[in-house]
């Protein structure tokens, strides 16, 4: 009885810090701006949806949006099928001078170092290549990113499939290229989608790269739409709180239906 | 006959014609974007690391100065001081609660499936709206403190303006953030560990204490320092938050060195000497990922 009420007590406890925060976000957003910052209700007591309209009518969000899911969208195929394709490479074949492990762990290399540390080159990069704000230099840099991690994901997933069914399609005829597409990659699927959702949430999420190569609502993405609301001195708390409800809605609902391939996407790795 | 099979089968993986250059066509693709968006920018921020800028654009070499001066630059070793202070905290506190639940929620129970759903919106939530909730909690008019604190009677509660508190209030925020992440890990690990010693020591009579020092945390202690190494290398260059949050203040209380690194760029456009700057900080983490690597071998070999 007494550990039946500790739980209990616990898990309202970690409910509550959890929730609470995010219960004051939404509450905020339905709330005018006179009614945040002059009467400090608990509740919207006059709810409205204004501040989300005008984040569609007046501050360029449809956009925002777009730029995200498109730019989320090609990086994570991109890497996907190269990422797959490489990770296959190193998992399956022996090449001289053990070729193929030098590159992994070369890639596994490069996924420790922080982003940060090439956010200047990369800066410089675009700029020489005229890819400032734009889709396509976003899209190249987060493809990058990508690719490091699904190599070092896929590499692993690969390796749990045993090679006998790949030699068995291709003593019936079927090219090595074949046995990977028509054998290997189907049964890689549980791990190509925890791997592939990991980089949508990562991606979508960027904030750092977005802030540094994008500047107007051609390309900026949500995360760095959402920041052009803060800085100021009077601070539009109505405005911020409701694009903090836009900008997490599609995150938040995208990994919960994903959630079980999520959570072992997160702590594949850590535990073997 | 048996000689034949491990031919063909030699034959097989090693394949001939178009299949001899298909590991090479396989990992291209992958490893030419890497070299040019990932390896290229990584040497030339070398480059740019040993020039010194003015306006964009480079001015003059100056070899390893920029490197040099960083170690006397108040205002580095500062930022630098902040962010150890910051991931230390941070990442003790997430262990430890992240641990404690684990253990809590390792005894299944109804309303576990709940806490686990629960516990994985803040650490999908875009980091940006982590620190906008944040912001909207703390914030002296518009903050959920604040409300409390009003109607219960009270005044405004200021968070953001002291130095200290807002120190702390970032601690809470990452903790808030990535306490999930270690007890996902942590868990998993947990049901992990094979059954018998543990039947074994309740056989014996262990305490519930005695079971966790003696099997729980010595079993556990890998998959710990791995959880930690993570999320150490990941705290280190926090930026998203501080910048939503303060940008860095008040003064420089909450000044990480991504943040100084930022604005050392392109506030005040000392590109070479903010390159110098990342790139100490990959050497930084580089080295902290390789001696816990090592760390952890030892500890696996004893």
């Known amino acids: 009885m007494n ?75 991109i890497a996907l099928v190269a990422g797959a394709m490489g990770a296959y490479a190193i998992a399956r074949f022996r090449l001289p001078f053990a070729m193929e492990r030098k590159v992994g762990l070369f890639l596994l290399t490069l996924r420790i170092v922080p982003p940060v540390v090439i956010l200047i080159p990369v800066y410089l990069l675009m700029l020489k290549l005229g890819l400032l704000d734009t889709w396509l230099g976003l ?69 750092l790269f977005a802030l540094a190569l994008t500047a107007t609502p051609r390309a900026m993405t949500m995360p760095r739409g959402t920041a052009t609301l803060i800085g100021r001195i009077d601070t539009d708390w109505a405005s911020m709180s409701a694009a903090g409800v836009i900008g997490a809605l599609p995150i938040v609902f995208f990994a919960l239906l994903v959630q079980r391939h999520l959570v072992r996407g997160l702590t594949m790795g850590a535990v073997k | 006959m048996a000689k034949g099979g491990t031919q063909s089968r030699k034959y097989r993986l090693q394949g001939a014609g178009l299949d001899l250059a298909l590991p090479y066509l396989m990992l291209a693709p992958g490893l030419l974007i890497v070299l040019g968006v990932l390896v290229y920018p990584l040497w030339d921020g070398l ?5 010194a800028y003015r306006y964009g654009s480079v001015v003059a070499n100056v070899g390893m100065q920029n490197y040099i001066k960083l170690w006397s630059d108040p205002q580095f070793l500062n930022a630098l001081w902040v962010t150890v202070k910051f991931v230390a905290l941070s990442v003790t506190f997430e262990a430890i609660l992240g641990f404690a639940l684990a253990l ?14 629960i516990l994985i919106i803040p650490m999908v939530i875009t ?16 903050g959920m403190l604040t409300a409390i604190s009003e109607w219960m009677g009270g005044g405004q509660v200021q968070i953001l303006g002291s130095p200290v508190k807002a120190f702390f209030g970032l601690v809470v925020l990452d903790v808030w953030e990535w306490t999930p992440l270690m007890f996902l890990i942590l868990l ?19 305490g519930n204490w005695r079971v966790f020092a003696d099997l729980t945390f010595p079993m556990m202690r890998p ?73 952890l071998r030892r500890v696996d070999a004893s």
């Open chain 1, 3 to 77: 550990s039946r009420l500790a739980r209990i007590g616990v898990m309202s406890a970690v409910l509550a810090i959890v929730l609470l925060p995010i219960y004051w976000l939404v509450s905020t957003s339905l709330k005018s701006n006179r009614e945040i910052t002059q009467e400090g209700t608990l509740y919207p007591h006059v709810p409205t949806l204004d501040n989300y309209i005008r984040l569609f009518t007046e501050k360029q969000f449809g956009a925002y949006l777009t730029n995200s899911l498109v730019v989320t969208f090609f990086s994570v195929a």
């Open chain 1, 139 to 207: 899209i190249a840099t987060y493809t990058a990113f990508n690719i490091t991690f699904c190599v070092w994901m896929m590499e692993s997933f690969f390796r749990e499939i045993p090679v006998d069914l790949e030699e068995a399609a291709m003593v019936d005829g079927d090219s090595r290229f074949g046995a990977f597409r028509r054998i290997t990659l189907p049964l890689a699927a549980p791990g190509l989608a925890a791997t592939a959702i990991f980089a949508v949430l990562v991606t979508f999420n960027e904030f």
């Open chain 2, 47 to 51: 480059r740019a690391s040993t020039e």
């Open chain 2, 104 to 117: 809590f929620c390792l005894r299944e129970f109804r309303g576990i499936r709940l806490l686990r759903t």
């Open chain 2, 127 to 142: 980091p940006v709206v982590v620190a906008i909730v944040f912001r909207l909690i703390y914030a002296s008019d518009a």
């Open chain 2, 188 to 206: 998993a690990g947990l049901q992990s560990l094979p059954h018998e010693p543990f039947e074994a020591a309740r056989v014996d009579g262990a």
């Open chain 2, 223 to 295: 998959v710990l320092a791995i959880a930690i190494v993570l999320r150490t290398i990941d705290a280190f260059g926090t930026f998203d938050q501080v910048f939503v949050l303060t940008r860095g203040g008040p003064g420089e209380a909450t000044r990480l060195v991504s943040i100084y690194g930022y604005d050392t760029a392109f506030k005040f456009q000392q590109t070479g000497y903010a390159a110098a700057l990342f790139v100490t900080i990959g050497l930084v983490v580089l080295a902290l990922a390789f001696s816990a690597v090592r760390l």
